[in-house]
């Protein structure tokens, strides 16, 4: 499979993932069977997060893992911590990135995994009350004790990343961003540039352009999403022309519709690895192969135009 770089290090990852978060509610056997065709597409990197059902989604991976007898030092493990769910109301109640929780978190974590260390861990979310040199000490820790072998965050602004890594003496590596062709935000407003519409409109703070100077990989999550879980846009009647471009590219390289949303996503110079989190093993062969594709310019501008946005 394609590679790409992990941020600075000289540490090449396939650039496609998969993604665990749903893998809870699957039996023990399907689980192997979905890991086993990841690792069969060239899938060697998983992300999880210790949110995810209470630690359930990472307990199916460290099980299948085992049960396939996969080598440890033949895959990454990532996962991503920083997020408190209330145990009685399974609701989120805060974010929390103080050394007590982090620390007791990823323990927690490697114990689902069935592993002694992950190559990633992420702050999953931002906490405003961060304490700089308790999340220090946190880090520390866990690279001390030979737990974490590098450090990154997930859905993080450029100024907030600067904040942490003002404090921090390992180097932030990773972004994990929602992106794909129905979530378009970070392209389109570098398109509309000295514009006063809506698009022109900067949330983040140049997201993208800063992950690519900086040399953070940003991987991209719910590539078939649109909005925020609002659905996914493939087959939707909602696109019907993104979906005829995508039908008309996929007869064209042969492979499946969901195959050319991936290799949209991987045909931006930069270096994305994409997070897919199906569960039916098919369907995530299917979509793997879009590892294999590089569209030219102009289908990549066809279907950034067919999904809705414009070119000012």
Known sequence: MKTVPLGDTTVSIPSIALGVMRMADRTRDEASAIVSTALDSGMTFFDTADC?????????????????SVDR????????????????????????????????????????????????????????????????????????????????????????????QSALSQRLQVNQLQFGLGHTGMIRQEFHVNMEDAASVDHDG???????????????WSPFQYGFFEGVFLGSPKFPELNARLDALARKYGVDSSAIAVAWILRHPAGMQVLLGSMTPARLERMARGADIRLDAQEWYDLYLAAGNDLP
């Open 206 to 220: 140049g997201l993208l352009a800063y992950c690519r100077l900086h040399h953070l990989t940003v991987q991209a």
């Open 52 to 68: 995810y059902s209470a630690g359930e989604s990472s307990r199916r991976l460290g099980q299948a893992l085992k049960d396939l």
């Open 73 to 164: 030092d033949s895959v990454m493990i990532q996962t991503k911590f920083g997020i408190y769910r209330d145990p009685a109301s399974n609701s989120i109640t805060r974010y929390d990135f103080s050394r007590r929780h982090l620390v007791a978190a990823l323990d927690a974590e490697l114990r689902n995994l069935q592993t002694d260390h992950v190559d990633l861990v992420l702050l999953h979310r931002p906490d405003t009350l961060v304490e700089l040199d308790d999340l220090a000490a946190a880090f520390d820790d866990l690279e001390r004790a030979g737990k974490v072998r590098w450090f990154g965050v997930s859905n993080v602004n450029p100024a907030q990343i600067e904040l942490l």
